[in-house]
């Protein structure tokens, strides 16, 4: 009953910025943890950056900087500020959400991805 719901990707220079959202919707008792993890062409996939509801945030050593990930409870929402990116940056951008969704259901969702492409 859980969607997963992506937008931000696109095109973008090098040094320039985009936010990525991904909300969550459904019978959703509480998140535990939202994140982002990127898959470019030959590499495998990765980690970007993850938060818990209480705010705690891990990076990748290679976005520690750059970017931001936040969260809003109250929307079920976590965003992904991008700046400074880089050509290395383009990939399918996939959200990833831990929820609870009653006393003793927890579950882990995807979100389709969508394609962040860093390019002149």
């Known amino acids: 009953q859980v969607q997963m719901v992506e937008s931000g990707g696109g095109l973008v220079q090098p040094g320039g910025s985009l936010r990525l959202s991904c909300a969550a919707s459904?019978?959703?008792?509480?998140?535990?943890?939202m994140g982002w993890y990127r898959q470019a062409p030959g590499l495998e996939r990765e980690l970007v950056a993850t938060?818990?509801?209480?705010?705690?945030?891990n990076y990748v050593d290679s976005v520690k900087g750059r970017f931001t990930i936040s969260i809003d409870n109250a929307k079920n929402t976590v965003y992904l500020q991008m700046n400074s990116l880089k050509p290395e940056d383009t990939a399918v951008y996939l959200c990833?959400?831990?929820?609870?969704?009653?006393?003793?259901?927890?579950?882990?969702?995807w979100g389709k991805g969508t394609l962040v492409t860093v390019s002149s």
């Open positions: 459904g019978s959703i008792l509480r998140i535990n943890t």
């Open positions: 990833n959400a831990d929820l609870m969704l009653g006393r003793w259901s927890q579950r882990d969702y």
């Open positions: 938060i818990t509801s209480g705010g705690w945030a």
